[in-house]
């Protein structure tokens, strides 16, 4: 069992890990969230983390269509066209 703390921002609400997570190590985390106000009144919620494995992911465009139109009697896009590919596991984005 992998035990990863987090922290919210008590302003923002916005979830941060306090360390980096190995797919191999956990794929989920489970946690339960509480807010209370200044009148003693709390509500919780359930914050469900799920651990993406990088290893596991191929090639992804950034966009799943793209469109342009040909005006007859030329070969120009309009608009032009720039297609983007990302590699997770390589940290890398090709640009066509």
């Known amino acids: ?6 922290r919210i921002e008590p302003r923002t609400g916005t979830v941060r890990l306090n360390s980096q997570l190995k797919y191999a190590d956990v ?6 969230v ?5 009148n003693n009144a709390s509500t919780t919620a359930t914050l ?9 992911q191929g090639p992804r465009f950034s966009a799943d269509q793209y469109t342009a139109f040909v005006p007859e009697l030329t070969t120009n896009l309009v608009p ?3 297609v983007y590919v990302s590699r997770p ?3 890398s ?3 066509y």
């Open 89 to 91: 596991t390589l940290n």
């Open 80 to 82: 032009s066209i720039t």
């Open 1 to 6: 069992m992998c035990v990863v703390s987090i």
């Open 93 to 95: 984005t090709q640009v």
């Open 48 to 56: 469900t983390i799920n651990v993406i494995d990088r290893d596991a």
């Open 27 to 32: 794929q989920r985390l489970d946690y339960v």
């Open 34 to 38: 509480q807010a209370t106000d200044g």
